[in-house]
Every structure is written in C-alpha cells, then in structure tokens.
C-alpha cells in the first residue's frame, strides 16, 4: 500500500470554516499528491509536492493551499471551506523502479462541508 | 486538452462471463497508462502500467491491452469479487499530467 496514511478519514465542517487533511508516508517518497474525486469527474489534481517546501498547482488548485514541511508529511488547506469542496480527497505518491512506473493512492478523507 | 474515456460507465456480468473494458485517450505524447481497481469509501489500487502500443499485461483474471488510441481491460471468467470500479488514466510528462478517466463499475453476480 506504499505506506500511505490519510486523517482525518471522516470530516464534517460548516462554511467558512478552515480545514486541515494529512497525508503521511513512511517510505521517503520524493513526489506526493492531492487529488479529489467527484461523481462525474475523473480523479482531479489539487496541489504536488516534489521535495520538502517545494509544491506546485495542479488542475484545480483554488481554494486549497498545502505545505510540506518534513518529507513525509504533506499537508491540504482549505482555508475556508465551501459546499463545492465536499468531496473525497485522496493523497498519492509516486514511485520509479525497476519494474516500472507506478502512482499509489492512499484510502481518502471523505470531507463534508455544509 | 488531455482527455480520457471510459465504456461503458457500468457492466453487469454473470459469473464467469468473460468481457472487456475501454479506455479512450487523447494526450499529446503519452508516457503511460495506468489502471487501477476501486472498492466503495477506498482509494484506487494500483493494478498496471502499461507504455507502448502492443503492450500486454496480466494479473489473475484481468488482461490489460494498449493501443495508439484505446486501452482493454479483459476480465476473464470473473468472480464476485472482481466488482469494483475500474479507473484508467493517461500520463504525459510528470505525474502531474496525469488525466484519470470517470471509471467504469463492474457488478459480477453469482
């Protein structure tokens, strides 16, 4: 499973309010990832990490921030929360080995904002 | 713009009724492709990668297939137990060029 771990794994929270989800891995991956999954869309990327305090955008970076400041930590913001944030939001990290190139997600936050 | 397209959005099979399916993509240089295995409220298994157009690859029951413009997924004689949504996803560049499909949910009944 890529020692991937997600907490909360459950949130409910009002408008306006900030929200902090973490991602911890425990195999000194060097690129991690924040995707969200909607009914109707594919899986989305939020924000990626590529090393300690480097991140950059991906497609659907508003409203979120993430910072990494320890290799295996990677953590999202919602700085405050909307109804069109309730999602499921998945962290992954990716791997380049032998065998070929793999992405690995880890079991998701499902987050309720209303 | 990078797309990816799977079919059908849902498949009902009997057991050990064999059926494959699609992924469609549109990226501009693909790197590689990847399918996973989803269960409800879990996160997406990683099943394969595959790069190049002829490309094959098996686990079990499932057969995955790549060409210059679709992708397989064979399922074999399944079982119950291979009910899940299945995901593709296309890649071009780094990960962060990766375009996941909306999935197809597969129920095998008994």
């Known amino acids: 499973d890529a020692g991937i771990t997600q907490s909360p794994r459950h949130k409910v929270t009002e408008t306006g309010t900030p929200v902090t989800l973490r991602c911890h891995q425990t195999e000194n991956h060097r690129y991690m990832y924040w995707y969200r999954q909607d009914p109707g869309h594919g899986l989305r990327l939020i924000h990626y990490s590529y090393g300690v305090k480097d991140t950059d955008k991906g497609e659907v970076s508003d409203g979120y921030s993430v910072s990494r400041s320890k290799t295996e930590d990677f953590l999202l913001t919602l700085e405050s929360a909307t109804s069109s944030q309730t999602s499921v939001y998945f962290c992954?990290?990716?791997?380049?080995?032998?065998?070929?190139?793999?992405?690995?997600f880890g079991s998701g936050t499902q987050l309720s904002v209303l | 713009e990078d797309q990816v397209t799977q079919s059908p959005e849902a498949l009902r099979l009997q057991e050990g009724e064999s059926s494959s399916l699609n992924c469609s993509y549109t990226v501009s240089g693909l790197r590689g492709l990847f399918w996973y295995r989803q269960d409800p409220g879990k996160g997406p298994e990683f099943l394969f990668t595959?790069?190049?157009a002829g490309e094959e690859k098996e686990k079990e029951r499932l057969k995955a297939t790549l060409t210059k413009k679709e992708s397989f997924l064979h399922i074999t004689a399944p079982k119950p137990e291979d009910s899940a949504t299945y995901l593709c996803a296309a890649y071009s560049g780094g990960y962060q060029k990766v375009t996941f499909g909306t999935g197809t949910k597969l129920q095998v009944i008994p």
């Open positions: 992954a990290i990716s791997e380049s080995r032998q065998d070929g190139e793999k992405l690995f």
């Open positions: 595959l790069y190049s």
